[in-house]
C-alpha cells in the first residue's frame, strides 16, 4: 500500500472563487494569477476551474507555453515582462501582452524584429519599490514606448503592498492609489491595480477594480487578510486538500515526551496519534506542537484537535484525548476539505506555524501524490 498521504485539488472551486471576486469586481475583466505553477496545485490540475477567467496572468514563459498548449487564445500577461531580449520573441510568437518596468526591457523592444506589435503594460512604481517607473521616469518611458512600432496598445499596472491591512492609520491602499491616479490621470490606455486582498476589500471603488483585476490567493480559497477576515466571510472554497491517515497511536503516562529533542511533554496521561505527513511532503516544521501553547490545528476523522511535539520529516504527532474513537487508519485533514463536510482553513495553520497560506500551498512537496476531484465541493456556506 502506498504511504496514505494524498492533496485533493478541487478545479471546481477555483471557479466558485473567481466568480466570488467578480461579485466584487463590477464588470472588471479578470486576470487569474497563475505564477508558481498556480501557487502549487498545477496548471493543467485547476485548469477546468481557470477557464472562469477572462486571462492569465504568471511570470514564468514556461508557463505560458503551457497554457498556450492547453488551447487558451485568449489574454496571457507576463508579470514581469522579458527577463532578457530573446524572450521577446517567444511574445510575438504566443502573442503575450508583457510588463515594462524598466529601461533595458524598452530598449530590448526597440531591437525586436516582430510584424506583430505587442500590447504592453507599463508598470508604475507607486511606492512598494520592487519594480516599476516613478514620476518624470514614468512618463518618459510612456513616451518611448509610444514612440515604438513594435509597440501596440499601452496598458498602465501598479501592485499594493498592503492591500490586507491598514497602513499608518489608513486603508492600506490609500496611498499608492493616490501616487498612481495623480501619475496617470492624463495618459491613455486600460488599468491593472488590484491583486485578490483589493479585489475583495476595495472592489466597490471604480478607480481600484480599473479595468482588469488580478485574482491570486483568492482563487485558491484562502482570505487574503486573514485574520482580519477568514475565507468563509469571503465565501471562497479551498481548492487544496492535503490529507493522510494515522499509522500509529500511543498511550501516554504524564511527563512522556513526544518527537524530537522532546520538545512536547505530556502534562498528563494522553493519547496521541502518528500522522504519515511530515516536513518533506510540505508541512511546515515550524508549526508549534504545544509544549507553550495551543499547537497547530488539525481534523482527525472530522474533529478538530491539534499537533503535539515537533514535525519530523515524514510524520507528525496529534492529540487523541478528546477523539476515544480514533485509531489507525484515521482520516486526518491536514488542511482544505475533511469529511462530512468538515473544513480547516489553510489560514489557520499557516497563521500557527508563523506564515501565511501562500507559501504552504506552493511547498507542497513533488513527493505528494496528487488527485483531481472533479465532483462539486461544498455548497455555499
Ligand atoms: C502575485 C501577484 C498578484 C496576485 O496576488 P494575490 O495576493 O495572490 O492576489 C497580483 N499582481 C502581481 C503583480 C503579482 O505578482
Known sequence: MPRPIVAQIHPDAVAHNLAQARRHTSDARLWAVIKA???GHGIERVWPGLLAADGMAMLD???????????WRGPILLLE???EARDLELCSRLNLWHVVHCDEQIAWLAAHKTHQPHRVFLKMNSGMNRLGFRGPALRS???RLDALPQVDEISLVTHFSDADADRD?????AWQLRAFVEATHDLPGERSLSNSAAILRHGGCPDVRADWVRAGILSYGSAPDFPAHDAAHWRLRPAMTLKSRL???????AGDSVGYGSAFRAPRAMRIGIVACGYADGYPRHAPGGHDGPGTPVLVDGLRSRTVGRVSMDMLAVDLTALPGAGIGSEVTLWGHGPRGSLLPIDEVA??????????MCALAPRVPVEVCDGATEPDR
Open 61 to 71: 514563459l514556461a508557463e505560458a507555453e503551457r497554457v498556450r498548449a492547453l488551447g
Open 81 to 83: 515582462g522579458a527577463f
Open 247 to 253: 499509522i500509529a497511536t500511543q498511550d501516554l503516562q
Open 141 to 143: 518611458a510612456w513616451a
Open 169 to 173: 492609520g489608513q486603508d492600506g491602499i
Open 37 to 39: 505553477n498556480a501557487y
Open 351 to 360: 497563521r500557527a506555524a508563523g506564515t501565511i497560506s501562500y507559501e504552504l
